[in-house]
């Protein structure tokens, strides 16, 4: 099974129906799409909500409602809070990268709930002290204020990169191996001479520059054939500038 | 120096000023506070994103405004363009985790610009083609559009977690050392046995149920003390049960 459908996303007592259609949008962007609202405290109408799940509404229509935060999370085999603060029953608390890979674990067994408490005042001391598990995000501390949905954001993406689930993008072009940098070196050096670029015993001095500025990053035989193409062109034209200014 | 000094948020055709006012705190959040919108297209205005931007307010009203994304970049030593699609000039494309440490190294020398395009078409070909180095986020292929600030939020956390100023919470009290673990089971043993939970022959059996309860996470002194007091009060307890009914 995936993992990321055991995580629940629960907010508590949330007030503007925006920050639902952001959570929304979050989520589905981090294949995160179980939403439930414990004791929500809503102050707008759900238009703002709408607007801003954009194509994520599905995520908003399907959400379940509960009373209590207890009902909300009673079937959960871990709860984790989110906090911004310190003090009280937040001793044990982690950055979400550091326990993203252990909690989807478990969710392997069962529902895993990331709770996010109100806008204004986050978790109360009494639903921190139901959580099995605290995380805070790493922020700044000249700002360490985070919006709702901002703060759902960056949860689900951590739990959405450590499920693995996502191929980072790969250069497609193979690397360049030795011989074809040793032949682009050797053109390019022939290339350098018939232009006027730099003399037969400038060579070895030139030519390790060259090949340093080509091996600082992934070097690839596209790379390789594009700079072979453009000496091979070089000396076409050198040689044939007669024939290229008659044109 | 702080190298989150040197990277700069850069905006291009930017069509909504809450999206601008919600980057600005993505961008508070992590520290970073270099705001430049290139070519704005803007079309509302500053009241929304006044009201986004919440307490960071100051890196809006900070910003530098180019007419061109050229102008806008003209100074960076790197400029690192944000895409969701595949395709031409993206090969080379990585997730911001995968390179936010040599950037990051890069800006000791000088501005780096993290580059995000407008909300319906993202950057266009041309300006891709003048991008140093293209990223990626990772989210579900179910549903690859992500909100501008969303984007610029997880691009700067993770520069901002790579930049090491954020010391994740630790544990406060130190973990219980063997001595401390062994005699809380001595204790535990005798209290079991004095309330009548189990029989001395059981001991093994239990006793190490709890080793294994008890070692299962970080286990600190405090929670070996917490224990070791309830052991010490069932004793009491028990043995003055005459007592206790009497009150």
Redesign the interface.
Known sequence: MNPLDNIRVVLVGTLYTGNVG?AC??M????IRNLVLAAPNLQNSWDEGERLA???TDIMHNRKEFATFEEAVADCVAVVGTTAREGLYR?????P??CAADLLALAQSGPVALVFGREDKGLLNEEIAQCTHLI?I???E??????L??AV??TC?EF??ASG??Q??R???PPAPQAQKMQLMKNWSAMLQEIGFMKSEQEDHFMQGFHRVFSRG?FTRDDAALLLGVARQAIWATKNASEIQKN
């Open positions: 952001s949008r979050a589905a962007n981090m294949g954009v194509h994520a001793q044990h608390v982690k950055a990268r550091d805070r790493p922020v700044d000249g700002y360490t204020s985070i919006n949905s901002q954001l960056i993406y959405f990169t689930r996502y980072p993008p250069e497609k072009a992934v």
